[in-house]
């Protein structure tokens, strides 16, 4: 289902209207919604298939990245998991109407603080239709109306799923209009949309480090920054082998492509000797590239020399870069240099150790004796999620429903006036 607007303005206040209205949807409306949209994705599989192997095709033709590809691709299983995605959106607690701090006044005004929608969620990302489902779900049982840019790379694909999911809206009597993407406009597209001050209320970017850096600094539109992931795992003197190899190859390998995957295994030269070696070949049995500096490179072969350059790389690709520390002050001095504060965790049985790095990191998401990967919206129980945010304002870590609402107070008189 397109849009009748002629002009990208015009398609933004159909947004800016149509909000209005799933604002004051019911819990059970949006609920209901959802499971129309859930059914319209699994209904229209074989166009999003169609779709998306038709971008995948152009992108291998124009040298696309593996890593790019697997972000693109849209299988069967993986539209079926999209559409199980939006179910368990829809079952979540609605957020809007969280009565969040009330009391009286000595003059008897009543005063609640209340959880609200933002109204027009915006989002720039590239290469990643599922951000599509995610962001329009998420942000519709939070009772906001969305604009979507999704990049070139995946135009086919973003297209078929905005058509199903504009179809269930249109289908439950809801205006499709709270659903929109301005792809067609190209880059003017995503300009407009970091410009719509007044008619999009926040803008959350997803993608490289050089998309989000340019949505941040080039937006008049109030962002909700979202990182690169140069994700770290620390194993600690005390870290056995069997978690240190399971972890660090889960965190690398379950699926490079995102942004919770380690990036930087630093390795304590206590246990250096006994884990190098070992997590260095479950790692190329894997197929993984390890960079390794002088003293990884004595402990295990076919390691590929590092580089200063390797240290801030988000790979998004079967690469990892690995470096022996002499201790926990010094891979907590690499983290706070090279870190960008998505994701970080430690391997140790040391208790003192662990409560140290969670206190001391100073990342959205810190964790120990786990993988990274578990750093996830859904994972975290939220159904799906906007993106992870890296900034400390609003919003930090996975972002769920909660996190796309803003409050406003509600007061309640009896004819008061201020002395």
Known sequence: MTTTATTLRDRMLLAKDASRQIGLLSDVDKRDLLREIADAIEAAAAEIATANEEDLARGRADGMAEGLQDRLRLDRTRIASLAAAVRDVAELPDPVGRVLEEKILSNGVQLQKVSVPFGVVGSIYEARPNVTVDIAAVALRSGNAVILRGGSAAEATNRALVSAMRGALAARGVDPEAVQTVDDFGREGARQLMQARGIVDVLVPRGSAQLIETVVTESSVPVIETGAGVVHILLDATAPLEWSRDIVVNAKTQRPSVCNAVETVLVHREAAPRLVGPVVAALREAGVTVHGDDAVRALASDVVPATDEDWSTEYLSLDLSMRVVDDLDEALAHIRQ???????????????????????????????????????????????????????????????????????????GSGQVRA
């Open 338 to 412: 090279y870190s960008t504060h998505h994701t970080e965790s430690i391997i140790t049985e040391d208790a003192g150790n662990a409560e140290r790095f969670l206190a001391e990191v100073d990342s959205a998401v810190v964790m120990a004796n786990a993988s990274t990967r578990f750093t996830d919206g859904g994972e975290f129980g939220f159904g799906a999620e906007v993106g992870i945010s890296t900034q400390k304002l609003h919003a930090r870590g996975p972002m769920g429903l909660n996190e796309l609402t803003s409050t406003k107070w509600l007061a309640r």
